[in-house]
């Protein structure tokens, strides 16, 4: 019964990671699936019970999607700023140039 319900959650997550289109999105699917195989092994070393096994799939679905997610590179060009127009009027736009070159 517990390999069962292990196996439907793990179906599950995966299922849920490919749906998501954004790189930053993917690679913390990712990392949450990484991190959640590695904590359920380490928690099966440790506690060598099942309460331990899915308290370390746990901690490790969260850690690997907090790095997964973090360590995604911005790409240039993508990052949005603010510009004022002659009239005053405020508005976001992607970045050009000056704020890559740090003269803004």
């Known amino acids: 019964m517990r390999l069962h319900t292990s196996i439907a959650a793990i179906l599950m997550a995966v299922a849920l990671a490919g749906c998501e289109t954004s ?12 991190g959640g195989a590695g904590g359920a092994l380490v928690g ?37 700023c603010r510009y004022q127009d002659r009239y005053g009027r405020v508005y976001t736009a992607p970045c050009d140039e000056r704020y890559y070159n740090g003269d803004y």
Do not use: F, W
């Open 44 to 80: 099966q070393a440790i506690g060598r019970d099942t309460k331990s096994t899915l308290i370390g799939a746990g901690a490790g679905a969260l850690l690997g999607a907090a790095v997964g997610s973090a360590t995604t590179p911005k790409r240039r060009g993508q990052e949005m």
């Open 23 to 34: 790189e930053q999105g993917q690679r913390a699917g990712t990392g949450a699936l990484v």
